[in-house]
């Protein structure tokens, strides 16, 4: 649906744009019904033929797509603000992410190759090979594309100063022209001269020709030459204006020009365009000239500069050619269009070098004063704005020209010294990421997975298992020294990615993009500090309450907090719970069913707090190790905890009676290791879990037993599923009571740990045996929470002494397995084996894949089939064609992506929600609200102004404008931070006295009105 949205947004012209603002003035908001019809309409205008029954369908079914993107808060409602929003957000974010976008460049240093300064810089692709001229002398240097010192071409002080350097591909041998009216050629290996001769004039500019085997060189007069080198003689000359003839002092020849129409003055450069017969001049005279090769004769002059053109690059994949000079823009050209397509701000001094990256949209222009700009050609934005140094750290001073090394990402500016910057290199391709990745989590919104390493958030395609786009910047602070990521979750839409970082930051970003939407701030916390934090210190944990849009994180000040994200705009805090640990909190977790909070810290203490009222309900004593992680198990009043020593307990909560914050039972994860030939046993500390649940419905089994099913059968009706850091609503929503009247299928518990094992425990004999022995039994409905938004504050620091007390004597027991109650069992493990090289970080099961998502400090994440058989590995090399750093290209991956999910039924789930949405559609248009459309299109379509909706949409983002050639203006972004964060405003009220008349009552009465 992705294309087929960005396709429909680029069918809206300014008529339609402004129909749209129309629509949402009057009626003040869209509902999915209202904003469908509204967009079908334009969509289908001046379409005489009628759309068949399936593309209805698909269009229907992308629109709805379209307002959930848009609707990123859920609140089922659009105003215009949000709608051009999204509008600048899609044509800027998205792209900004992509993997093969344009990556951020960063100053590497200054090489300091010689005294003198540098005058030109050139690298030639054909031999890999950077030269330098030196400024005001005949020296040029060759080097490596490491800039190691190969030789110097050096002249006599009589062959006056270096005017241009070109590599010969075809015979091996640089050209070089001076301002002695002498152009010589040297061997590529020693730089020895090879030969030489005079020329008529100073050729001031070269471009090789290798398919023609000819070498095109320029004079300050504007006539350009063509050179036959294995003949050391002219072919033609172009150029000149047609009374100048020309004289061969050697043969007495007069010859005329090829073609009469040419520059005036002085031509400063010569550029081959890739692809096509042509070679592009840009001349002192504010011309730039386009020539035929094959012919010599002009086919276009470019006008549109006031002063003089210096430099040209073009890209063959985009087709634009590229300009700028004495001007302080740069101007951007079709070669078949005589005007310019945009013109680019933001040079302080005249251009001095632009070059494009080939097989990339990035496109860097220098200007005098050092200042170096990288632009992407897509939307002629500019993404980033760089300065270098010298040795004393000081911004380099001015430069003479500059150069770009695809094959390694560096972009070369010649002053002073070389100042260097390089790009981010994907240094290791077969990996998930360069950081050990903390969390990976599946979104069945938009079948994609999520994984988080410290700096980067990264989203992959589930059918393919290809790196669709990455976020970095994502934590507190600006972008380029954002804090570390800690703890991830996503709403319960997938639409939003929460995160917190390691100086207590939590915010909100749209999923699709990574724009920024919102921060959740403390006022204890900015009354401390003076920032805009929610925590103090590192954020620990963090989990999403679906059913009532609430945030919880927990963090290593020790304290809980819990924040409302019904607002669109900003994240209010509720309440905070303080006082009950007395060290780091390290496991958060949350029931709906019970509607409890579980915090577990690192001197194993875990503590239930009610999630409404913020009071400490119960502690769990029993561990004597730090807390790894806490699982709710609904729908049974159960919470399992894990810690460092390998321990598992399963405890009883609010609504198990006496047996309330008890330990029910426990068991440990041991792994048997081979050691001196004979094998044992050995604890892993479990760092994650996840649980898979299901209820039989065909079970007519007494007490709530059913026969156990095969290993291989993971599919019910009805079924739990959760992992770390996203806690889903679960496919039982709404079943408890149907779920408690049928019996336990299946009740598998997936366990990662410290080691890189996975474990599949079946607990199903140990739930049964729980429900025997002590009645507590899935809950048939959830616990009644009055006001989640409650606003309050609790200290439970006048309980933890005692707490404290019991946990000391718990710890100087001696306590093994036999503090549990005696249940009489054995845990069975289903499967275990080794995953990762190193700890598991997160664990999460795909009921609809059969699959499990495994992410690991290995800097992995697996995809495993429910027998333990990889069936994936996501490796940010994959499927990227291109050279990556190093110059090498990622090798095939050994396991084959084998990760499918039903795309049939989701069709069909999406087309019987069209169908839906269709009949609503329907409904309005029988009422009013569509005959007041039909008339509005019929009678004031060309009456709508185009320019003020332009405008609109311009200020959203705070645009500079770009000046084209037709006088129009077209948008760019003016910086690099994103557009401010969307606004969802809440329904407006329906008052007596507009009750029942639709939200377009007020035009259709003055309608009325003025028809009578």
């Known amino acids: 649906a992705s294309s087929f949205i960005a396709d429909m947004m680029m069918e809206l012209d300014a008529k339609k744009v402004s129909y749209l603002r129309h629509e949402f003035e009057q009626r003040g908001e869209l509902t999915l019904s209202e904003f469908v019809m509204v967009m079908k309409v334009c969509l289908t205008w001046g379409n005489r033929t009628q759309l068949s029954t399936g593309a209805e369908a698909q269009m229907i079914s992308s629109l709805c797509e379209l307002f959930a993107q848009i609707d990123i808060n859920g609140d089922g409602a659009l105003e215009w603000a949000e709608f051009t929003s999204f509008v600048v957000e899609m044509g800027l974010e998205s792209q900004q992410h992509k993997p093969d976008g344009i990556q951020a460049y960063s100053f590497s240093g200054a090489e300091e190759i010689g005294r003198a300064r540098i005058g030109k810089v050139y690298y030639f692709s054909g031999n890999d090979s950077i030269v330098t001229c030196e400024l005001d002398k005949c020296v040029c240097s060759v080097f490596t594309n490491e800039f190691a010192h190969r030789y110097n071409i050096s002249r006599e002080e009589s062959a006056g100063v270096i005017q241009g350097v070109v590599f010969l591909d075809s015979m091996d041998q640089y050209a070089i022209s001076s301002s002695a009216n002498l152009l010589s050629l040297h061997d590529e290996h020693s730089g020895h001269l090879v030969k030489s001769f005079r020329t008529p004039s100073v050729q001031v500019c070269l471009e090789w020709v290798d398919e023609y085997l000819t070498l095109y060189t320029a004079d300050r007069?504007?006539?350009?030459?063509?050179?036959?080198?294995?003949?050391?003689?002219?072919?033609?000359?172009?150029?000149?204006?047609?009374s100048d003839t020309y004289n061969d002092a050697k043969t007495g020849d007069n010859r005329r020009e090829a073609n009469g129409s040419g520059h005036t003055d002085c031509v400063m450069a010569l550029l081959r365009l890739d692809g096509l017969e042509i070679l592009a001049s840009a001349s002192m005279d504010c011309r730039i000239g386009l020539w035929d090769l094959a012919t010599g004769k002009v086919r276009n002059m470019l006008e549109g500069h006031s002063k003089g053109i210096t430099s040209l690059a073009y890209s063959s994949e985009y087709r634009f050619l590229v300009s700028g000079g004495f001007e302080f823009e740069i101007f951007v050209w079709n070669p078949y269009v005589q005007q310019q397509i945009a013109r680019l701000p933001g040079h302080a001094d005249s251009v001095c070098g632009i070059k494009t990256v080939s097989g990339t949209p990035v496109l860097v222009t220098g200007d005098r004063s050092?200042?170096?700009?990288?632009?992407?050609?897509?939307?002629?934005?500019?993404?980033?704005?760089?300065?270098?140094?010298?040795?004393?750290?000081?911004?380099?001073?001015?430069?003479?020209?500059?150069?770009?090394?695809?094959?390694?990402?560096?972009?070369?500016?010649?002053?002073?010294?070389?100042?260097?910057?390089?790009?981010?290199?994907?240094?290791?391709?077969l990996l998930t990421d360069d950081a050990p990745v903390l969390l990976a989590v599946f979104n069945p919104t938009t079948l994609t997975f999520a994984t988080a390493s410290a700096k980067e958030i990264k989203i992959w395609d589930c059918k393919t298992g290809q790196l669709l786009r990455t976020y970095r910047g994502l934590g507190g602070g600006s972008e380029a020294h954002a804090s570390e990521l800690s703890a991830l979750c996503l709403d319960f839409r997938q639409?939003?990615?929460?995160?917190?970082?390691?100086?207590?930051?939590?915010?909100?970003?749209?999923?699709?993009?990574?724009?920024?939407?919102?921060?959740?701030?403390?006022?204890?916390?900015a009354a401390e500090n003076g920032e805009g934090r929610a925590h103090c210190l590192e954020v620990s944990g963090l989990v999403y309450c679906n059913e009532h849009k609430i945030l919880i994180s927990a963090s290593w000040d020790r304290t809980i907090r819990v924040h409302d994200d019904e607002l669109s705009d900003a994240g209010v805090l509720l309440r905070w719970m303080s006082g009950g640990h007395a060290a780091d909190i390290t496991s958060l977790a949350y029931s709906y069913q019970t509607s409890l909070i579980a915090s577990g810290s690192s001197d194993s203490v875990i503590q239930v707090w009610?999630?409404?009222?913020?009071?400490?309900?119960?502690?769990?004593?029993?561990?004597?190790?730090?807390?790894?992680?806490?699982r709710f198990l609904d729908p049974f009043p159960l919470l399992l905890s894990t810690d460092a020593d390998g321990k598992l307990r399963l405890w009883g909560t609010r609504n198990a009676g006496v047996r309330a914050y008890t330990c029910l039972f426990a068991f440990e994860n041991s792994m048997r290791t081979s050691r001196q030939g004979s094998s044992a046993k050995a604890l892993a500390a479990v760092m994650t879990t996840a649980?898979?649940?299901?209820?039989?419905?065909?079970?007519d089994t007494e007490d709530g037993q059913a026969e156990e099913k095969g290993d291989e059968s993971w599919g019910a009706d009805f079924s739990f599923t959760g992992q770390d850091g996203y806690m889903g609503r679960g496919e039982h929503e709404g079943n408890s009571e149907q779920m408690k009247a049928h019996a336990l299928a299946e009740f598998l518990l997936f366990c990662g740990d410290e080691q890189g094992h996975i474990c599949i425990w079946d607990l199903k004999p140990v739930i049964l045996a729980i429900e025997r022995q002590h009645r507590i039994t899935a809950l048939a409905h959830p616990h009644v929470c009055m006001n989640p938004r409650r606003q309050t504050s609790y200290d439970a620091s006048e309980y933890f002494v005692e707490q404290r007390k019991a946990q000391q004597r718990i710890n100087g027991l001696a306590l093994g397995l036999s503090d549990s109650p005696g249940l009489g069992l054995k845990v069975k493990k289903r499967r275990s084996w080794?995953?990762?090289?190193?700890?598991?970080?997160?664990?999460?099961?795909?009921?609809?894949?059969?699959?499990?998502l495994s992410s690991s400090f290995d800097r992995l994440v697996k995809l495993w089939n429910s027998r333990g058989d990889c069936i994936g590995v996501l490796r940010q090399g994959q499927g990227l064609s291109k050279t990556l750093g190093g110059g090498q290209r990622p090798s095939q991956p050994d396991v084959q992506w084998d990760f499918h999910v039903n795309l049939k039924e989701r069709k069909e789930r999406r087309r019987q929600e069209a169908l839906k949405v269709k009949h609503e559609i329907s409904?309005?248009?029988?009422?009013?609200?569509?005959?007041?459309?039909?008339?509005?299109?019929?009678?004031?379509?060309?009456s709508i102004s185009d320019a003020s909706v332009l405008d609109d949409i311009g200020q959203m983002s705070d645009f500079k404008e770009l000046e084209l050639g037709n006088g129009q203006r077209l948008s760019s972004a003016a910086r690099t931070d994103g557009p401010a964060p969307r606004k969802t405003p809440k329904m407006k009220p329906i008052n007596a006295k507009n009750a029942g008349k639709g939200f377009n009552w007020r035009?259709?009465?003055?309608?009325?009105s003025g028809a009578s």
């Open 834 to 852: 080794l995953a990762h090289d190193d700890g598991v970080t997160s664990l999460g099961s795909i009921r609809e894949a059969d699959a499990i």
């Open 610 to 630: 009610d999630f409404e009222l913020g009071r400490l309900q119960g502690t769990c004593s029993g561990h004597r190790a730090s807390i790894t992680s806490l």
């Open 923 to 942: 409904k309005l248009e029988r009422h009013s609200a569509a005959s007041d459309l039909v008339s509005f299109v019929r009678e004031d379509w060309e």
């Open 691 to 699: 649980v898979h649940i299901e209820f039989d419905t065909d079970s």
């Open 495 to 525: 639409r939003k990615l929460f995160t917190g970082d390691h100086l207590g930051h939590v915010l909100a970003y749209d999923y699709l993009n990574g724009a920024h939407m919102k921060t959740f701030r403390s006022p204890d916390v």
């Open 1003 to 1008: 035009g259709r009465e003055a309608r009325r």
């Open 370 to 429: 050092g200042v170096i700009k990288v632009w992407d050609m897509r939307t002629f934005a500019c993404v980033q704005t760089l300065m270098g140094e010298d040795a004393r750290g000081q911004r380099a001073p001015t430069i003479n020209g500059i150069c770009t090394v695809a094959p390694q990402n560096k972009i070369i500016a010649a002053g002073a010294s070389l100042y260097v910057f390089e790009s981010r290199k994907m240094e290791n391709p």
């Open 221 to 242: 007069s504007g006539v350009i030459r063509a050179w036959d080198l294995v003949e050391m003689e002219e072919k033609h000359f172009m150029g000149a204006a047609a």
